[in-house]
C-alpha cells in the first residue's frame, strides 16, 4: 500500500509527501516508500491516539457534569492502542533520532524549521529524518531486509496444527 492510498493521508499537508517525490542527484526519490509509509502509519497512530496538540478551548470538562476533567479515563480502546503503538516506534527509532521523526511526521513541522528549533547546521534534519525513517520502516516491518515484527503474520499454534476438541 503507498503512502497516498493510506486512509487519512492527505500529501499535500505532509512533509514527507514533498520529500518521496523530490529526486536526488542520482534521480532517485529521496525517501525510499517504506520510509515514507512508515511515516505516515506514525502520523496516522499519533492522530487516532488523539496525541495532537489543541488549538481551541475544551468544552468537555462543564459544571453540570461530573466536576472532573476529561482524561485518559475517557480515552477508546482503539485509542489507547494507538498510543501504545507511538510509544513502541517512538522506542524503536531512539531517542536520538525520535524527536526530528515526531517533529516532521506528527506535528508537519518543515525540515527548516526543525533546524532552526534545534540550532542544527542546514540540511542536517533531512538526514537525521531519513535514518529515523529508515528505522521505523524496520519496526513496521516494511523494510523486508530489516526484522520488524509488526506487519507480519504471526500464529498462535504449530504449522499445520488444530485445534483439539474437549475430551
Known amino acids: 500500500m503507498s503512502a497516498a492510498a493510506m486512509p487519512g493521508f492527505n500529501p499535500a499537508e505532509s512533509p514527507l509527501g514533498r520529500l518521496a ?3 536526488g542527484a542520482d ?21 487516532r491516539g488523539r496525541l495532537e496538540p489543541s488549538v481551541t478551548q475544551r468544552w468537555e470538562a462543564s459544571p453540570r457534569g461530573s466536576g472532573g476533567a476529561r482524561g485518559a479515563g475517557d480515552l477508546s480502546d482503539s485509542a489507547i492502542d494507538a498510543r501504545k503503538r507511538v510509544d513502541a516506534a517512538v522506542r524503536a527509532v531512539g531517542p536520538e533520532l525520535a524527536g526530528v521523526v515526531l517533529d516532521v511526521c506528527c506535528f508537519l513541522k518543515g525540515l527548516e524549521i526543525v533546524e532552526r528549533e534545534r540550532q542544527w547546521p542546514a540540511r542536517s534534519a533531512k538526514l537525521l529524518l531519513k535514518a529515523g525513517l529508515a528505522a521505523l ?7 523486508q531486509r530489516g526484522g520488524g515484527r509488526e506487519g507480519h503474520i504471526r500464529a498462535w499454534a504449530a504449522p499445520n496444527g488444530r485445534p483439539k476438541g474437549r475430551r
Open 27 to 47: 534521480g532517485a526519490p529521496f525517501l525510499a516508500p517504506a520510509e515514507a509509509m512508515a511515516g505516515e502509519r506514525l502520523r496516522l497512530d499519533f492522530t
Open 21 to 23: 517525490t523530490r529526486k
Open 137 to 143: 520502516a524496520r519496526h513496521y516491518g516494511f523494510d
